[in-house]
C-alpha cells in the first residue's frame, strides 16, 4: 500500500484542509478544460501579505513544464477565478473558500517560510508530476472514492452555512492577574492581567472577558463610577477607555503617550478629567470624554521646587483632598509627597520622608493622610502640618525598649484608610511583615482601634480593595468588606462579622486549585444528572464562611433559550476529578472526587516502583471514560492505575479494596526473533488478585529487580465512602524484569457489557468488572493474527517507515515556563505523562507550535515496532465480513493507522452474568489509515449516530432481590434488537479518523467508501463525532490552529477555520468537541475558553451573554449640614473645566500623546465563517453600528448646544463684570 505523497508544493502550513475528489473512474465535469497530455498547468493562489511587497496582492502563478503522458490529467477546477476571488472569505490570516470542491492546488505562505522560493514550488511540481500516474491510481490516494456529489447512499442535511466559529465565555481565575478595580453603584469588579486580557465579575454567572491587542501588562483600572464605563492604563503607555454598556465591552477611545512612561492613573469620582502621573515625575490630565490631553500639565520641577535636590522619582501616587476639589496630592517615589493647588498652579506644602512611598490614603475628612513607606511604616499627617508626621507606625516591627527606632520591615505596599460613623476607623494594608518572619505566607492586616488582624493567603498578594457604602470619599466610608486579588485566587473578607470570615467564591475560580491534566465536555447530557451530582456535592462544602450574601452582585443573566444540561469534567495533577455544571454560558462545580483516596500516602523509600515513575504528581489523572446512563466512571492514572467508580446515594464502609494486577510486557527478544514474536507472556500473570499487592520484591526468588510491583500501593485498611463515586475496582499495571509498566494511552468502558479496556504501548486489556477479571491480555501484534502487515524486526533507519504518532512524552522538546505549574509538563513526569500523538514541541521555532520530530534515531524505530493503542469503540455491530446478524464488539485503533475488530461473546443476563466467562476473539484488521487512529464510531443505514449499549443507573449499595436487580440491569437494545433477523442492506457505516485522513467503511462488506486526507503537512490532535441539531458531523482540531467540520457519512468538507495561529501543549492535551456546536480547552493554566461552532448558537450568543451594566441611581451626595455650610467647612467644588479646558489651559504638544478611536461597538467579526448567513449578520452589525452611531451623535449635538449655552452664560457674566471697567483697568 503506497504511501500518500506530501508534494513540496504545499510545504507550507496548510490551510485549506484536504481536498474530496472523485476517484478517477468518475466522468469529469463537462468544463474540465481539455489538458495535453504532454504539457499540464497547476495555479496557485499566493494570499496577500505584509512580508510580499515584491508580489501583486493576488498574484496567479501558471507554472508548466513537460509531463509523460497520464491517463488522469489535473483537472483545473471550473469555477473563474474572478468569482473565487471575489468569494475568497479572509478568515484570521488564511483563505478559504465557500464552496467545498476545488480542484486547485491551494498554497498558501507559511508565517515559518522567510521569502518564496519559486524553484522549489517547480521541483515540488516535478515531484508531483513524476507520482501523479501511480499516485491517481493507488486505492490510498487523497480523493474520496465515491465524490461526495454521488452520496446518494444517506441524505445528509448539514450545510456549511450551519456552521460558524467564534469564542462564546471564558471561565476560571484570571491567568497572571496584574490590577484590580471595583464599581461600588453598579457593584461590578474588574481584574486586568498581564497579558492584557480584562475580566469582569457581575453576580455570579455574569462574567465578560476581553483583550487589549497590544497584549500589554494591564497595569491600573479605573471604573467611570455608575456610567458603564472603564479606563484601563497598560505598560506600554497606552490608556484606554471601554464601553461597558454593550455585552461584549469595546474600546472607544485609546490614547498612546510616546515620550513619557505611565505609572499612575486617578478618576475622580464624577469627574471627567483623569490624571495621569508619569516615570518622569510630571502629571498631565486627559479628558475621559474626547480622550485629548489638557494643556494643563503639573511638571516635577515646578512641584517639588528647591526643596529637594535630586529628581523626586516616578510619581507612585496622585488623589483630590476628599472636602476639596482643587487640592491634589502627588506622592513620588523618594519619599516627598506635594499638595498642590490646582487654581493657583504652585505647591500649598510638601512633606518629606526618608523612606521610598508605595502608596497613600486620605482620611475622609480631608484633613490628614497616611502613607506606606518601603521600611514597614506607616506616617500620618496632617495637611496643615509642615515637616514632621504627627505619627509613625510600624505594624509589624518589634519595639526596642531603649526608644530607638524599630527594626526595618518588609515594605507595605499598600495601604487603605476607612472612617466608620460609630467606633474607630480601619486601617487595612499588604505587606510590611518583619524579616525574620522566614517562610511566613503573605498576609493581609486590618487594624480597628486597639486591635490588629493579620490574615494569612495562600499566594502572593496582587492587589486589595475595601468596599464601602458610599461612592463619595468625603463621606463617612463604612467598609463592609476587602476584596484580595491574589496571584492565584480572588478572597473577599466579611469585615463586619468577627473574626472576619471570608465569603464563599460562587465564581468557578478554582478550576486549577491543582493543574489541569485532561477534560472531557458532554452537551445534551441525561436530565437527572445533574441534580443527582448536585445533590452528592452539596454535602461536601466547607463551613465557616461568611452568612452575607456575596458583594459582587452587579449585572443580569442572559436571556438565553439553551436548555440542553451540559458537564464538563476535569482531571488533576493531585488525582482529583471535578464534575461541573456548563449548562446556559455559566459554570459552578457540581462534585470533587478525589482518586487518591484509594492509595497509601506514605510510600516507603525502598518501593522502587513509587520514585521513577513521577515524582511530583503519582497519582495525576491521565484518561477518563464516563458513561452518563449508567453513570459508570473509570480513570487512568500516570502510575499506570485504573479506577472504576460506580455512583452511588448512600455511604458505604469498604473493607477492602478490590484490585487486579496485570502484567503488559512485551520483552525485546520477543520483538527481534525472525517470526517476529507472538509475546507469549503478555497473557501470564493475569489472575486477579483481590487482596494488596504482593510483599517487597525482594522475596521473590526469580527476580531481584523489583518485577510484579505496582507503581503504588493501594490503601489495605478499611475505606469509608461519602455518597457519590465509590470505588469498585482497582487495576494495577505492575513491573516485569525492572521494567515500569508503560503509561495507559487508552480507555473505554461499556455499562451493558460491564466491560473496561484500555491498552498501551505493549497491547490492550479488557477487564470484566462484575466477576472482577480480567478477560484478555494480548499484545497488539496478536491482534492482526496472521495478516500482520508489519514485518516486526529492527531495520536499518533508511528502511524504516516514518512513524507517524508513537508514543512520546509531552516533555521532550521545550515546554514554556506558564505550562510548568507542577503540573504533568514539568521535566520530572516527561517519561509518564504522554499523548496519544508524537507532540513534540520543537525547539527550533519559538513560537511554540508544533512540529513533529522525523528523527530516524533507534528509539524511533523502537517506537514504532512497539504498537499503541490509541482508541476504542464499543458498538453492537457485524463482527466479521459478511455476517448478517449484529454482535456485541470492540473496535480497535492503532498508533500505526490499523482499525482492528474484536468480537465479544457475553454470558446470558441474571445469573449465568456472574459465573461464565466473558469471551473476545479479534476478527482481524478491517482498515488502514495514515497517521495515529483518533476516533472510531458507527452510524446506521439512516446516517444517524449509533451509541454504544448502555444500561440505565441502579443504586449499587441497595440489597435488591437478584431477579429485581436483573429487571434493572437488562440491557436495552440498541437501535435493532440483535436477533431480529437483518437484512444486508441494512448496514452501518464504520467512521475511523486518524491524524491525517478520515475514512468511512460499508458494514458488513468492510468496504471504504468515502476518504478524505484531512491535512498534509500538519496533524489532527483532537476528533471528534458531535451529533449537531439537524445531523451528525466529524469535528477536527489541527495542530496548525484550524478547526474543521466534515459531513458524514459523505466527508464534505463543511467548514475550515485557522482559529488559533499557536498551538502549545496544553490546548492539545485539554481540547474537546461536543455535540451541539460546542467545544473547549484550557486557554492558560487557569482559565477554560469555550467555543461554539453551530451557527445558531453564534446568532443567539447576544441573548445568552449576561448584561455588565444596569441603569442604578447613583447614591445621594452627603449632607453638608447647618454649621459646616456656615463656617465654610465641608466639600469644596472646582470646575476643572474652567481650570484644564482647551480656553484656559490650551492644547497639549501634539508630540507628547497620540489619540486612536477604538473599534467602539462593533462586536468582534473574526471567525465568521462563510455563507449568506455570516453576511447578514455582518450587515445587522453594522445597522446596530449605525443607530448607536446616529444615538451618539444625537448625545454630541446636545452636549454641545449645553455647552454653548454655559459658554454664552459665561460670555455675559463676563460682560457684565466689565461692564463698567475702564480699559486701563484690564
Known amino acids: 500500500m503506497s504511501d500518500e505523497r506530501v508534494s513540496e508544493a504545499s510545504s507550507g502550513e496548510e490551510r485549506g484542509g484536504g481536498r474530496a475528489e472523485p476517484s478517477h473512474g468518475d466522468a469529469v465535469g463537462a468544463h474540465s478544460p481539455s489538458t495535453s497530455p504532454q504539457r499540464r498547468s497547476t495555479i496557485f493562489f499566493l494570499p496577500p501579505h505584509h512580508h510580499h511587497h515584491h508580489l501583486p496582492p493576488f498574484s496567479v502563478y501558471v507554472a508548466s513544464q513537460p509531463t509523460p503522458p497520464t491517463r488522469n490529467p489535473v483537472r483545473v477546477a471550473p469555477a473563474s477565478l474572478a468569482w473565487r476571488r471575489k468569494h475568497a472569505l479572509k478568515c484570521e490570516d488564511s483563505f478559504f473558500f465557500p464552496r467545498e470542491k476545488s480542484g486547485l492546488n491551494l498554497c498558501s505562505r507559511s508565517d515559518n517560510m522567510k521569502k518564496f522560493n519559486i524553484r522549489k514550488v517547480l521541483d515540488g511540481l516535478k515531484e508531483a508530476s513524476s507520482s501523479s500516474s501511480s499516485t491517481f491510481s493507488s486505492s490510498s490516494a487523497p480523493s474520496v472514492q465515491v465524490g461526495p456529489q454521488d452520496n446518494h447512499l444517506v441524505q445528509e442535511n448539514l450545510q456549511s452555512e450551519h456552521f460558524q466559529l467564534c469564542k462564546t465565555v471564558r471561565h476560571g481565575f484570571p491567568y497572571q492577574p496584574s490590577s484590580m478595580a471595583f464599581d461600588p453603584v453598579q457593584k461590578i469588579l474588574a481584574i486586568g492581567t498581564q497579558r492584557g486580557a480584562l475580566r469582569l465579575f457581575g453576580r455570579p454567572g455574569v462574567e465578560s472577558y476581553c483583550q487589549h491587542e497590544s497584549e500589554a501588562a494591564v497595569i491600573q483600572l479605573q471604573f467611570l463610577i455608575n456610567e458603564g464605563a472603564l479606563v484601563s492604563a497598560l505598560a506600554d503607555d497606552t490608556v484606554h477607555l471601554w464601553n461597558l454598556r454593550q455585552k461584549r465591552p469595546a474600546i472607544l477611545h485609546s490614547l498612546k503617550f510616546s515620550k513619557e512612561r505611565i505609572t499612575f492613573c486617578h478618576l475622580p469620582f464624577q469627574s471627567k478629567w483623569l490624571y495621569i502621573g508619569t516615570e518622569r515625575g510630571n502629571v498631565h490630565i486627559v479628558n475621559v470624554e474626547s480622550f485629548m490631553l489638557s494643556g494643563y500639565v503639573i511638571m516635577w520641577n515646578k512641584a517639588i521646587e528647591l526643596s529637594s535636590k535630586a529628581h523626586p522619582g516616578p510619581v507612585v501616587h496622585i488623589s483630590d483632598n476628599p472636602m476639596d476639589e482643587g487640592k491634589l496630592i502627588i506622592g513620588y517615589e523618594s519619599g516627598i509627597v506635594v499638595l498642590w493647588d490646582l487654581k493657583s498652579k504652585k505647591a500649598d506644602y510638601r512633606y518629606t520622608y526618608d523612606e521610598a512611598i508605595h502608596s497613600v490614603a486620605w482620611h475622609h475628612e480631608g484633613k490628614q493622610f ?27 516591627g518589634k519595639q526596642p525598649k531603649d526608644g530607638k527606632k524599630p527594626e526595618p520591615c518588609k515594605p507595605i505596599l499598600k495601604v487603605e484608610y476607612k472612617t466608620t460613623r460609630i467606633g474607630e476607623p480601619f486601617i487595612i494594608l499588604s505587606g510590611g511583615l518583619s524579616y525574620d518572619t522566614v517562610g511566613r505566607r503573605p498576609c493581609l492586616t486590618v487594624m480597628h482601634g486597639k486591635s490588629t488582624a493579620v490574615l494569612e493567603m495562600d499566594y502572593p498578594i496582587v492587589d486589595f480593595l475595601t ?8 463621606d463617612f466610608q463604612e467598609p463592609y468588606a476587602v476584596v484580595v486579588l491574589l496571584e492565584k485566587d480572588l478572597v473577599v473578607i466579611d469585615l463586619a462579622q468577627n473574626g472576619y470570615p471570608i465569603f464563599e467564591n460562587p465564581y468557578p475560580l478554582s478550576i486549577h486549585e491543582s493543574p489541569v491534566t485532561c477534560c472531557e465536555y458532554l452537551a445534551d447530557c441525561p436530565v437527572d444528572l445533574i441534580p443527582a451530582l448536585y445533590s452528592v456535592g452539596s454535602r461536601q462544602k466547607r463551613q465557616g464562611y461568611s452568612k452575607k450574601e456575596w458583594p459582587i452582585s452587579g449585572g443580569n443573566w442572559g436571556q438565553g433559550t439553551q436548555s440542553y444540561p451540559e458537564i464538563i469534567i476535569t482531571g488533576h495533577a493531585d488525582g482529583t476529578v471535578k464534575f461541573w455544571d456548563a449548562s446556559a454560558m455559566m459554570l459552578q462545580v457540581l462534585y470533587k472526587l478525589k482518586t487518591a483516596k484509594v492509595f497509601d500516602r506514605n510510600r516507603s523509600k525502598e518501593d522502587k516502583g513509587s520514585t521513577e515513575v513521577s515524582d511530583e504528581d503519582p497519582f495525576a489523572i491521565q484518561l477518563m471514560t464516563w458513561c452518563p446512563e449508567s453513570r459508570m466512571l473509570c480513570v487512568a492514572g500516570v502510575s499506570a492505575n485504573i479506577i472504576i467508580y460506580r455512583f452511588s446515594k448512600l455511604e458505604v464502609t469498604t473493607e477492602v479494596v478490590q484490585l487486579l494486577e496485570v502484567r503488559m510486557q512485551y520483552e525485546l527478544n520477543d520483538m527481534e526473533s525472525p517470526e517476529g514474536g507472538s509475546g507469549e507472556q503478555t497473557s501470564a500473570g493475569a489472575s486477579p488478585q483481590t487482596s494488596g499487592p504482593p510483599s517487597h520484591p525482594s522475596t521473590s526468588s526469580n527476580n531481584s529487580d523489583g518485577s510484579n510491583m505496582p507503581c503504588l500501593k493501594v490503601r489495605s485498611t478499611q475505606l469509608k465512602q461519602s455518597p457519590g463515586y465509590q470505588v469498585d475496582l482497582v487495576v494495577q499495571l505492575v513491573w516485569v524484569s525492572g521494567e515500569p509498566p508503560h503509561q495507559i494511552t487508552s480507555l473505554a468502558l461499556n455499562s451493558s457489557y460491564g466491560l473496561v479496556v484500555f491498552g498501551n504501548s505493549n497491547g490492550l486489556a479488557v477487564v470484566d468488572y462484575i466477576q472482577k477479571t480480567i478477560v484478555l491480555n494480548m499484545a497488539t501484534v496478536e491482534l492482526y493474527g496472521s495478516n500482520d502487515p508489519y514485518q516486526r524486526q529492527p531495520r536499518s533507519p533508511r528502511k524504516s517507515r516514518q512513524p507517524s504518532g508513537g508514543l512520546c512524552d509531552i516533555n521532550e522538546g521545550s515546554a514554556t515556563s506558564e505550562d510548568r505549574c507542577k503540573s504533568p509538563t514539568s521535566a520530572k513526569m516527561s517519561r509518564k505523562l504522554s499523548l496519544p500523538t508524537e507532540l513534540k514541541p520543537d525547539l527550533d521555532h519559538r513560537d511554540n507550535s508544533f512540529s513533529r520530530s522525523r528523527s530516524s534515531s533507534v528509539t524511533s524505530i523502537d517506537k514504532e515496532a512497539k504498537e499503541a493503542l490509541l482508541s476504542f469503540q464499543f458498538c453492537e455491530t457485524f463482527a466479521r465480513k459478511g455476517d448478517s446478524t449484529l454482535s456485541p464488539c470492540l473496535y480497535v485503533g492503532t498508533s500505526l493507522g490499523s482499525v482492528m475488530a474484536l468480537a465479544i461473546m457475553l454470558p446470558p443476563a441474571g445469573e449465568q452474568r456472574q459465573l461464565q466467562p466473558v469471551i473476545l476473539s479479534p476478527t482481524g484488521m478491517l482498515i488502514r489509515l495514515k497517521g495515529s487512529i483518533m476516533r472510531l464510531a458507527f452510524m446506521d443505514s439512516a446516517g444517524s449516530l449509533l451509541p454504544p449499549a448502555n444500561d440505565p443507573w441502579f443504586e ?32 452501518q457505516y464504520a467512521v475511523a479518523c486518524s491524524e491525517k485522513q478520515a475514512k468511512v467503511l460499508s458494514l458488513p462488506t468492510q468496504t471504504c467508501i468515502y476518504k478524505h486526507s484531512i491535512t498534509e503537512t500538519s496533524f489532527i490532535l483532537r476528533a471528534d463525532v458531535v451529533q449537531m441539531s439537524n445531523g451528525v458531523c466529524l469535528a477536527c482540531f489541527c495542530a496548525n490552529g484550524h478547526i474543521m467540520t466534515l459531513s458524514l457519512p459523505g466527508l464534505r468538507p463543511l467548514m475550515d477555520v485557522n482559529y488559533l495561529p499557536l498551538t502549545d501543549m496544553r490546548i492539545a492535551r485539554t481540547f474537546c468537541f461536543t455535540n451541539l456546536g460546542q467545544a473547549m480547552y484550557m486557554c492558560s493554566p487557569t482559565e477554560v475558553q469555550r467555543i461554539t461552532y453551530s451557527q445558531d448558537t453564534c446568532e443567539n450568543l447576544q441573548e445568552m451573554l449576561g448584561e455588565l451594566f444596569t441603569p442604578v441611581e447613583t447614591p445621594e451626595a452627603p449632607n453638608r449640614g447647618f454649621f459646616k455650610g456656615l463656617f465654610g467647612g465641608g466639600a469644596q467644588s472646582l470646575d476643572r473645566e474652567e481650570l484644564f479646558g482647551e480656553l484656559a489651559a490650551g492644547r497639549a504638544s501634539r508630540s507628547l500623546a497620540q489619540h486612536m478611536p477604538g473599534p467602539g461597538g462593533i462586536e468582534g467579526m473574526k471567525g465568521a465563517a462563510s455563507g449568506v ?33 454655559s459658554f454664552s452664560k459665561h460670555a455675559h457674566d463676563m460682560m457684565l463684570k466689565c461692564k463698567d471697567k475702564k480699559w486701563y483697568q484690564f
Not at 370 to 382: E, F, M
Not at 963 to 979: A, C, G, I, Q, Y
Not at 1175 to 1197: F, V
Open 370 to 396: 497616611t502613607c506606606s513607606h518601603s521600611d514597614g511604616t506607616l506616617t500620618i499627617w496632617n495637611v496643615r502640618g509642615q515637616g514632621k508626621p504627627i505619627q509613625t507606625i510600624t505594624p509589624h
Open 467 to 474: 468596599l464601602c457604602e458610599t461612592p463619595y470619599p468625603n
Open 956 to 987: 449499587p449499595n441497595v440489597s435488591v432481590d437478584g431477579e429485581e436487580r436483573e429487571k434493572v440491569r437488562k440491557r436495552r437494545p440498541v437501535s435493532v434488537s440483535p436477533s431480529s433477523s437483518q437484512d444486508l442492506n441494512e448496514g
Open 1173 to 1205: 448567513v455570516g453576511d447578514l449578520a455582518r450587515a445587522r452589525i453594522a445597522l446596530d453600528e449605525r443607530g448607536q452611531k446616529l444615538g451618539e451623535l444625537d448625545e454630541r449635538t446636545a452636549a454641545m448646544m449645553a455647552s454653548a449655552d
